[in-house]
């Protein structure tokens, strides 16, 4: 596949089937998080690989009762990865913020996990990138240090049903020359 095709043919996958994911795959993919750039190349991420039933339906229960379509998912994938970050380090230069958005975490974050859900669609797996649960709650459950923070949960697996593409606005929609 062109990477463009990988690209725009990864969705956010909610059902999974019965079948594990292997081993290499998954290397695979946290191969393909440790190239992820990041402010001044610190690697803030931090991944916990989750396979055991009993911790999954742990995290499942930081999830609200309704409102988030990936609960599920939570439980159904045979992998969840929760990716965490270190803070106080991207964005930051001698302890300092460095910049008007302060702390770069969520964005390198952002990074790892557009390169983790890549990576995971070009080996015909799925994820889906849930944020919406109770984050301190949910690090009790896989024990996050101090100094870290889950930032989200991602379900992995092989698809059991895919969607279409969403509408997408148009290049020229979001464009801009020279000025906004």
């Given at each position: 596949m062109?990477?463009?095709?990988?690209?725009?043919?990864r969705?956010?996958?909610?059902?999974?089937?019965?079948?594990?994911?292997?081993?290499?795959?998954?290397?695979q993919?946290?191969?393909?998080?440790?190239?992820a750039?990041?402010?001044?190349?610190?690697?803030?991420?931090?991944?916990?690989?989750?396979?055991?039933?009993a911790?999954?339906?742990?995290?499942?229960?930081?999830?609200?009762?309704?409102?988030n379509?990936a609960?599920?998912a939570?439980?159904?994938?045979?992998?969840?990865?929760a990716?965490?970050?270190?803070?106080?380090?991207s964005?930051?230069?001698?302890?300092?913020?460095?910049?008007?958005?302060?702390?770069?975490?969520?964005?390198?974050?952002?990074?790892?996990?557009?390169?983790?859900c890549?990576?995971a669609?070009?080996?015909?797996?799925?994820?889906v990138?849930?944020?919406?649960?109770?984050?301190?709650?949910?690090?009790?459950?896989?024990?996050?240090p101090e100094?870290?923070?889950?930032?989200?949960?991602?379900?992995?697996?092989?698809?059991?049903?895919?969607?279409?593409?969403?509408?997408?606005?148009?290049?020229?929609?979001?464009?801009h020359?020279?000025?906004?």
């Amino acid at each position: 596949m062109e990477l463009l095709e990988i690209i725009q043919g990864r969705r956010s996958i909610r059902k999974y089937e019965d079948r594990d994911v292997p081993e290499e795959a998954l290397n695979q993919i946290l191969e393909a998080i440790r190239w992820a750039p990041s402010w001044t190349n610190c690697q803030c991420w931090e991944v916990v690989v989750i396979r055991d039933p009993a911790i999954k339906e742990q995290l499942q229960a930081a999830f609200p009762p309704k409102g988030n379509p990936a609960v599920k998912a939570i439980v159904q994938a045979p992998v969840l990865l929760a990716m965490c970050a270190r803070t106080k380090v991207s964005g930051y230069y001698k302890d300092l913020e460095t910049t008007k958005f302060g702390e770069w975490m969520m964005y390198d974050l952002g990074l790892a996990t557009q390169n983790l859900c890549l990576m995971a669609h070009h080996l015909g797996l799925g994820t889906v990138i849930a944020g919406l649960f109770d984050h301190n709650r949910a690090r009790e459950v896989i024990r996050v240090p101090e100094g870290y923070e889950l930032v989200t949960l991602i379900p992995l697996g092989y698809p059991a049903k895919t969607g279409s593409a969403p509408k997408r606005r148009e290049v020229s929609e979001f464009t801009h020359k020279e000025i906004f």
